[in-house]
């Protein structure tokens, strides 16, 4: 089994959410949302770096996902994102973690079946791969799918064979 924790990057809100992956079975462990606090940019990423460093060090997870930045036309909106991406791979590297890196399409793809799905729909299709679960809000649910693209993309699995065939 590995655990995995899926990012979802943003300036306000970076969304994060952990599944243990063992084979093709996926479970949920938690998920939730870290709100950036501060006035001042470098304050905000401050704020989400302590709160992603206190959910990593609580769930341990083996490897790591984050949304790829997508550009749009807002190019100061397009850099500060990329600010909170930079923490959304810092934090994971700081504890020794591979990231992997997929595009917002090829995660809806992955969970929903289509690459232009709507939020809605995300959350939709993660509550079906795991019923039951509370989804904190939608960049959590994003966050989760993007755990599980990394499962089916061999990020999880390949990580857990390498660890089984080292303890063999």
């Known amino acids: 089994m590995i655990r995995v924790i899926g990012i979802d990057p ?16 996926i479970a949920h462990v938690a998920n939730g949302i870290c709100h950036s606090e501060g006035d001042d940019l470098a304050m905000r990423l401050l704020s989400l770096h302590g709160q992603l460093t206190r959910v990593l ?49 090829k995660v809806k793809k992955t969970v929903v079946g289509v690459g232009h799905a709507d939020k809605g729909q995300v ?6 791969q795991m019923p039951g679960i509370e989804i904190a809000g939608p960049d959590a649910a994003d966050a989760l799918a ?7 993309h061999g990020g999880a699995s390949t990580l857990a064979q390498a660890v089984a065939r080292a303890q063999a």
């Open 10 to 25: 943003g300036l306000r809100n970076l969304g994060w959410g952990v599944i243990d992956v063992s084979g093709s079975r």
């Open 57 to 105: 060090s609580t769930y341990r997870p083996g490897t790591a996902a984050v949304e790829q930045t997508f550009v749009n036309k807002d190019g100061a909106g397009t850099l500060k994102l990329g600010q909170a991406r930079g923490i959304a791979m810092l934090v994971p590297a700081q504890f020794g973690l591979t990231v992997g890196e997929y595009a917002p399409n």
């Open 123 to 128: 959350a939709h299709m993660v509550r079906m």
């Open 146 to 152: 993007i755990a599980i693209c990394h499962a089916h």
